[in-house]
């Protein structure tokens, strides 16, 4: 027998025992234990509720299931805790800024959006709640804005530290997850491709919306800018207010017709959001050494769900140039998405330090159209699509208080009665017409029958000189 069989055999033994002597078995658990093992087992007992609390933390977050509608962005709960790399943060987002990007990603329409299920957002705000190793320059309750690629929509996000801004003082989370997409594009278009300059013309589309009115804006940074502007009728007040020196409703008006009558010569920069045959109509408008800035293709957007019909409209009238052209009329035709640049961080760093400083000398300031829970995302996204927005559409992570919830059925059986009303007054106004028509159609029925009438009486009176023969 080897010394290591032997302890093996005793505590077989000393099994067997306790096995047949059940009895004694409160008697050995009475025992006191040794310090080690106390310690041992309050170590346990210790790391045990740790692992709970880590598992425990939950958070909430809007994820993109498929592409479709606006049903197609749910609202989930996602559980642990998000780790972070060297270099991160974590972020305990207020607010975040819903784009035309974002729309078009619902739709499948967004290349930059990984596929689907997938938090959208690209840009957000809040207060710092970890700070990874390596980071230096962000410390835990800083309040920042971001700019990422994607998953602003939840309560926490980790992104580098690189992509968050110091929120300047006075500015509210609103104001900050809407500065950066809009503010960005509309500053590079205008100061790095347009090099616009005092007594310059700038065509702005959609001139209502979060880039349009940050174009504007930054518009009035320079001296003698004219600044025509396309809404519709209803935001025309608005605009002019913020800076827009013609306003064109493009819904009953040639908005190129009205820019000649205005400036017969054409414009020195036109910014083009709508992509197909508009791209074309901003590059005839362009005077020499004019500049033409496409930046998007909202024309592709029709309706809830992708319109294959709008997206093939598009692509065939996509504007292509050949470059002696643009040799021969002296003018640029240029290309931004800010999507792309999400690794140039140099380049965006420098433009959002000049965007800060001009909206600390109050030159800048975002236009909050409106702000939506995260339960009422449909409703944001149903918005900004129908174009029914004046500025920014805000997203808040602050939960929706229960009074409201309850509310939200009522609001939706509204929205259904309302259009049960329309719907009927359209089918009424169509039985009128119907009935108009009918009305129109009697009197040239009797006229019908009348000359009928008389073709008979002729045939009649000619048959009747026949028979008396």
């Not at 087992?41 to 740790?50: G, L, N, V, Y």
């Amino acid at each position: 027998m080897s010394g290591e069989d032997a302890p093996a055999q005793q505590q077989n033994a000393e099994e067997t025992k306790q096995e047949t002597k059940p009895s004694e078995e409160p008697k050995a658990e009475s025992k006191p234990e040794s310090p080690a093992k106390a310690a041992e087992a309050a170590a346990t007992s210790a790391t045990t509720e740790k692992v709970p609390e880590e598992d425990q933390f939950t958070y909430r977050s809007l994820v993109l299931s498929g592409y479709g509608g606006y049903d197609k962005v749910k609202l989930q709960v996602k559980k642990g805790k998000p780790t972070l790399k060297a270099g991160e943060v974590m972020v305990r987002v207020k607010a975040c800024g819903l784009n035309f990007a974002d729309l078009l990603a619902r739709q499948g329409l967004y290349d930059r959006l990984p596929s689907p299920p997938v938090t959208p957002g690209m840009e957000c705000s809040g207060e710092i709640e970890a700070v990874g190793e390596e980071v230096t320059d962000r410390k835990v309750g800083d309040k920042v804005l971001v700019l990422n690629r994607c998953g602003m929509w939840q309560d926490v996000a980790v992104v580098p530290a690189t992509h968050t801004f110091l929120i300047p003082e006075g500015m509210t989370f609103e104001e900050a997850a809407a500065l950066p997409v809009n503010y960005i594009t509309a500053y590079m278009m205008l100061f790095d491709f347009g090099n616009l300059r005092p007594n310059q013309s700038v065509l702005i589309h959609s001139a209502a919306g979060g880039v349009g009115i940050a174009a504007t804006q930054l518009c009035q940074t320079v001296k003698d800018v004219t600044v025509f502007g396309t809404a519709s009728a209803s935001k025309h007040e608005t605009i002019s207010q913020g800076g827009v020196t013609h306003c064109i409703d493009y819904r009953t008006r040639d908005y190129v017709e009205e820019v000649r009558k205005i400036s017969p010569k054409g414009l020195d920069i036109v910014l083009d959001p709508l992509g197909g045959s508009d791209t074309q109509k901003a590059y005839n408008l362009l005077k020499p050494m004019g500049k033409l800035i496409t930046y998007g293709a909202a024309n592709m957007l029709a309706g809830q769900k992708k319109n294959l019909l709008a997206v093939a409209k598009t692509w065939y009238h996509q504007f292509s140039i050949h470059t002696l052209s643009l040799i021969q009329n002296n003018k640029s035709v240029c290309g931004f998405h800010l999507g792309y640049l999400d690794g140039e961080v140099e380049i965006i760093q420098k433009a959002m330090a000049t965007i800060l400083e001009l909206y600390r000398q109050g030159k800048i300031k975002p236009r909050i159209d409106s702000t939506y829970h995260f339960e009422q995302v449909g409703d944001a996204m149903r918005r900004m699509q129908e174009r029914n927005n004046i500025g920014k559409v805000i997203l808040i992570t602050e939960p929706m208080p229960e009074e409201e919830k309850k509310e939200e059925p009522k609001k939706e059986d509204k929205k259904k009665d309302d259009k049960k009303k329309d719907d009927k007054k359209k089918d009424d106004s169509k039985k009128e017409e119907k009935k108009d028509d009918k009305k129109k159609e009697e009197p040239k029925k009797e006229e019908k029958k009348e000359e009928e009438k008389k073709e008979v009486k002729k045939e009649e009176e000619k048959e009747e000189p026949k028979e008396e023969k």
